[in-house]
C-alpha cells in the first residue's frame, strides 16, 4: 500500500492567481508541490520549476549508440569476411553511412521511448492523490504536502490568494 501524507488542495478559477501561490508556497520553502491543470501550461511549469525535458539526452545518447553500432557492425563484418573488389579498400566508409545512419534513427527512437517510460514513471501504479472533477474543465488546482505547522502555514498562504475551494487532508492522501 502506498504512504499517506497528509496535505491541502486548493482549487484557483483564475492562472495568475494559481502561479502567485506557486510561487509563495516555494519562497515559503515547501517542496514537492503538485498542479493540476485543464491543459498543459507553460507559466505553471516555470513556476513549479521544472526546466527542459532530459528526453532528449536519451535521445542524443541513442542516436549516437546506434551511429557506433552501425559502423562498428559494417567495419566488424568488412573484416571478418574480406572482399576485395576492384582494387577498393575493405573498409570504405562512404558505403557504410547508410547503414549508420538507419541504426542511428533506430537506437534514437527506441531510446526516446525508453526515457519517455522511465523519467515518466510509467507504468503508473500508485493511486492518485486527491482529485477534483473541475481540474478537466477549466480550474486549476494545487496540492500541498505538509503536516502539522506546515499545513496552517500552507492554508494561510492558499488562503490569500483567494481559491474557490480548500479541501484539507489530515489523515492522508496516497503518496505519489
Do not use: C, N
Not at 559494417?74 to 538507419?102: C, H, N, Q, R
Not at 534513427?105 to 510509467?122: H, K, P
Not at 500541498?144 to 498562504?157: F, N, P, Q, S, Y
Amino acid at each position: 500500500m502506498a504512504e499517506k501524507t497528509p496535505g491541502i488542495l486548493a482549487s484557483f478559477e483564475f492562472l495568475d492567481s494559481t502561479v502567485d501561490a506557486i510561487h509563495d508556497l516555494r519562497k515559503a520553502g515547501f517542496k514537492g508541490l503538485r498542479a493540476y491543470t485543464p491543459y498543459p501550461e507553460h507559466h505553471i511549469e516555470e513556476a513549479l520549476g521544472h526546466g527542459e525535458s532530459p528526453v532528449r539526452v536519451w535521445t542524443l545518447v541513442g542516436g549516437l549508440t546506434g551511429t557506433a553500432t552501425g559502423f562498428a557492425f559494417t567495419i566488424f563484418t568488412s573484416m571478418d569476411w574480406p572482399l576485395v573488389t576492384g582494387g577498393k579498400p575493405i573498409i570504405a566508409i562512404p558505403a557504410y553511412v547508410v547503414i549508420a545512419f538507419e541504426s542511428t534513427i533506430l537506437f534514437g527512437a527506441l531510446s526516446t521511448l525508453i526515457g519517455l517510460f522511465v523519467l515518466s514513471r510509467l507504468p503508473h501504479i500508485k493511486p492518485m492523490i486527491v482529485y477534483d472533477p473541475e481540474f478537466v474543465s477549466g480550474r486549476y488546482g494545487i496540492f500541498v504536502a505538509a503536516e502539522g505547522g506546515k499545513l496552517d502555514e500552507a492554508r494561510r498562504i492558499l488562503q490569500k490568494h483567494e481559491p474557490k475551494l480548500l479541501t484539507e487532508d489530515r489523515e492522508g492522501a496516497h503518496a505519489m
